[in-house]
């Protein structure tokens, strides 16, 4: 079965600095490879994916994401954190044989004022 | 374009009651989803309907149920509910079809508390 693996549990950041939230795969076959956000007592928002072409993908509020095959990393990347996207971020793999989304425990990003 | 909508948003009952959720799919969805979201287990596949059919269920157990309407809507029924059946149950939708790419979208979530 396709999974993902969040390995931190919280990543703290200064505002202005750089983030990065890490994600592993295990997949067979392609993997489409997705990062959601949720902001706190809310649905999750879709912000990027990979599905096929150029490894770094551009998506919503300025994040992007690198997908790395050898390493079997999906890592979500932002240039300059801001205290608004202190939020919680969960990567997802889609899972073709039973045609859902495999979800990570999610981690929590601290931006810091 | 409206999102997905579910209701209610919040909602209180007892161990043993039932509990009904519901949400609406955007408009031209035709799958929708059920996850349980509940305090520091991350996001549990629960059911996925298609075209009104059960497609598959997560690791939950025959207390957990549901349906798909012919309007693509969908309910989701717990029976004999547990104090940790408290959790956000969050519904989501994806365009079906050859071109669909398998992002889903999800509504704001209906919290459930048991006590």
């Known amino acids: 079965a396709q999974s993902v693996a969040q390995p931190e549990d919280q990543v703290n950041v200064a505002e202005g600095n750089p983030l990065t939230v890490k994600c592993t795969y295990s997949?067979?076959?392609?993997?489409?490879l997705f990062w959601y956000v949720q902001y706190p007592n809310r649905g999750l928002q879709f912000l990027l994916k990979?599905?096929?072409?150029?490894?770094l993908v551009k998506g919503s509020y300025g994040f992007e994401a690198e997908f790395n095959k050898s390493q079997t990393s999906f890592h979500l990347k932002k240039p300059s954190a801001l205290v608004s996207d202190s939020a919680l971020y969960f990567c997802?793999?889609?899972?073709?044989?039973?045609?859902?989304?495999?979800f990570g425990k999610g981690n929590q990003v601290v931006v810091i004022p | 374009e409206a999102g997905v909508t579910q209701s209610p948003t919040h909602l209180i009952k007892t161990r043993g009651q039932q509990a009904t959720l519901r949400c609406s799919p955007i408009?031209?969805?035709?799958?929708v989803y059920w996850y349980q979201q509940a305090l520091g287990l991350g996001l549990q596949f629960l059911l996925w309907?298609?075209?009104?059919?059960?497609?598959n269920r997560g690791n939950f157990p025959p207390r957990f149920s549901g349906r798909q309407f012919p309007n693509y809507s969908s309910e989701l029924n717990v029976n004999a509910l547990e104090l940790e059946d408290s959790a956000l149950y969050l519904c989501?939708?994806?365009?079906?079809?050859?071109?669909?790419?398998?992002?889903?979208?999800f509504g704001e979530g209906s919290r459930l508390t048991v006590l």
């Open positions: 997802a793999v889609r899972d073709i044989g039973n045609n859902r989304l495999a």
């Open positions: 408009s031209g969805h035709t799958s």
């Open positions: 990979y599905i096929t072409g150029d490894n």
């Open positions: 989501a939708s994806r365009k079906a079809g050859v071109r669909a790419t398998g992002e889903l979208f």
């Open positions: 309907y298609d075209e009104g059919e059960e497609r």
């Open positions: 997949v067979s076959g392609n993997p489409y």
